[in-house]
């Protein structure tokens, strides 16, 4: 079984406080239509892959709430509920942990330092943890031991200063193969991989999203697009209104196969 194949997803509503949602640069509040519009084609983009989807109700209390890979991870039979590391964003932990108790068998729980889900890159070869702003040495750390116990390997990396999240720079397109920006691929932390470099000016396309057969990109890198479509079946969305909250393709979901 391959660490791309999932038959179950959580996602989170959108809340009309979206606009309120951090960035790194005001380009703009997005509009909440807008939004809703991203969030209900993405969600159907991961139904068509062959994914049952549960939307979580909206939390005006967090903005970025509908953001819900930075709150956990989740694998077969075993969930981590991490600890955000943007203060605006640490209840929603305390929010998903229920949900989460529905769907697995074993909930770890991150107790030190912060670790937000989009610096965590799930391979056949271990989990990456980037350390970012948001994640800190001692929650990659704590992750490690957490991922130990269910029998997984972390592997803390750094994420590129300036840079949100490691999964801003780079998305698993398959078991052998990522896609990555110039500045991340420079490391030497995908060793081993075959890495597809995003075009000149498509930085932000690097946050796609392989699911099942297909893989998930913006649409508004068309480059891109075009060069993973010679080797992958691609479905392009709209992020428009999402990237100006820094946010892409993977944040707005939870995956796993049950
Ligand atoms: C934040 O700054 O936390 C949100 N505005 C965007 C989070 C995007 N999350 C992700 O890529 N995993």
């Known amino acids: 079984m391959s660490v791309h194949e999932f038959d179950r997803a959580l996602a989170r509503a959108p809340s009309p406080s979206v606009v309120d949602g951090l960035r790194a640069v005001d380009v703009g509040a997005p509009s909440f239509d807008g939004v809703v519009r991203e969030h209900a084609a993405y969600v159907q983009a991961l139904e068509a892959a062959g994914v049952a989807v549960e939307v979580l109700p909206a939390l005006s209390t967090y903005p970025d709430s509908l953001f819900v890979e930075d709150t956990a991870l989740t694998f077969t039979g075993a969930a981590v509920v991490l600890w955000p590391g943007a203060p605006t964003r640490a209840g929603e932990a305390r929010e998903i942990t229920p949900v989460l108790e529905r769907s697995f068998d074993r909930v770890l ?3 030190q330092g912060f670790v937000d889900g989009g610096d965590v890159l799930t391979t056949p070869r271990g989990i990456f943890i980037g ?4 994640t800190t040495a001692d929650g990659a750390r ?15 990396v750094t994420t590129p200063r300036g840079v949100l999240h490691l999964k801003s720079d780079c998305s698993l397109l398959d078991d052998e193969t990522i896609l990555a920006t110039r500045r991340l691929a420079a490391s030497d932390m995908f060793d081993g991989f075959r890495v597809v470099l995003v075009p000149h000016g498509d930085e932000a396309a690097a946050n796609a999203l392989r699911v099942n057969d297909r ?3 913006s649409d508004a ?6 060069m993973l479509a010679k080797s992958y079946k691609v479905v392009a969305l709209s992020t428009r209104e999402v990237a ?3 946010a892409g393709l993977s944040c707005m979901s939870l995956r796993w196969r049950a």
């Open 109 to 111: 729980r991150l107790t």
């Open 131 to 134: 350390q970012s702003a948001r």
């Open 142 to 156: 704590a992750l490690v031991a957490l991922l130990a116990e269910i029998g997984l390997l972390g592997v803390p």
């Open 215 to 217: 893989v998930l990109v």
């Open 221 to 226: 890198y068309p480059r891109t697009a075009e």
């Open 244 to 246: 100006k909250i820094d």
